[in-house]
């Protein structure tokens, strides 16, 4: 992990060194991430690097990496069993879209013993399989119904190879949630891991955490993102309710604003759709108007300010039908 750091902070002190003209967040690793996606996307060859030579292929390798390594642990879990509980009462289902690369969401159904699964990876003939040979997608045997967790930029727990992707699934159910930490394991041991689970197949010979910058990279042609991509599409195109939790669209994340609109192009259904953040509205209220027109604002959309944690605790004590 050692170099992965050194190419990524180099690269940061590039990018920073670039930045006469332009305000840049780079300390934000995504921002970097993008920059680096564009870098390969352009086709440019090796380039300096700190005091070394990188293709940018190898420098989003790095910086995905660095990434893995930050979100792969995590603490507690969120009440996500209990929401599920309240919107099946109601007769509806409950579908999980996240452009989050943890496994907060996982942990939190896992503890609960409720079944989730990932869109993309159900034709998958060859799965990674955890220590414990649990199943990839689905925990079966715990209940019928199954929450899709549709990840469009990825997780800490899906690694692509060459040509092919897998999940690998390290939460067990067993392990009280105070204690779960994500993978558990240092990149080594997961390449390793990667690689025996494979049987020594050369499209694992060198695998990397399949996260995906916020834009449509090369990584946009893989079947499991398409996958992911169109499962999202229908379910805002199936919902009755839209709830965006802690999202506030931010300026590198363009593909948000369209994936709405074509999930949303054709639901005659939709009863409301709430954005819930910890800004207050008044900070809102310009990227509101320029996201939704009027008529629909009036009728369909509400804001709460409200932070993430509280809200998804209110809603997992209270009846969908009183939801605010």
Not at 306 to 316: C, E, M, Q, R
Request: charged residues 25%; glycine residues 6%; hydrophobic residues 40%.
């Amino acid at each position: 992990m050692q170099e992965s750091y050194e190419v990524m902070f180099d690269f940061y002190r590039r990018c920073r060194d670039s930045s006469w003209a332009f305000i840049r967040n780079w300390e934000n690793i995504e921002e970097l991430y993008t920059q680096a996606d564009l870098l390969r996307l352009s086709g440019v060859d090796l380039m300096p690097i700190g005091r070394r030579l990188v293709s940018p292929d190898e420098l989003c390798k790095h910086i995905s990496w660095c990434i893995w390594e930050m979100y792969r642990t995590f603490n507690g879990t969120r009440p996500w069993a209990n929401i599920a509980r309240m919107v099946e009462n109601a007769g509806l289902n409950l579908s999980i879209i996240t452009t989050n690369y943890d496994l907060v969401c996982e942990a939190s159904l896992v503890n609960e013993m409720r079944c989730f699964v990932y869109p993309g990876f159900e034709k998958l003939t060859d799965r990674l399989t955890s220590e414990l040979k649990q199943p990839v997608n689905i925990y079966p045997d715990v209940d019928k119904n199954v929450i899709p967790i549709i990840k469009l930029h990825g997780s800490v727990n899906w690694f692509q190879g060459k040509k092919k992707w897998g999940a690998f699934n390290g939460i067990d159910s067993r392990i009280p949630h105070s204690k779960l930490s994500g993978l558990g394991f240092a990149r080594a041991e997961m390449v390793n891991i990667c690689k025996e689970q494979r049987g020594g197949d050369a499209d694992w010979s060198d695998p990397t955490p399949a996260i995906i910058p916020p834009m449509l990279g090369k990584s946009s042609s893989a079947p499991v993102i398409q996958q992911n991509w169109r499962a999202a599409i229908g379910a805002l195109t199936r919902a009755r309710q839209v709830w965006i939790i802690g999202y506030s669209f931010p300026a590198t994340d363009a593909f948000m604003l369209r994936l709405l609109t074509e999930g949303l192009a054709e639901n005659t259904d939709l009863e409301k759709l709430i954005i819930s953040d910890i800004q207050k509205h008044s900070e809102w209220e310009g990227r509101l108007s320029s996201m939704f027109q009027d008529s629909f604002r009036k009728q369909s959309q509400r804001y709460i300010s409200f932070a993430s944690d509280g809200l998804l605790d209110v809603l997992s004590q209270t009846k969908l039908d009183e939801w605010p």
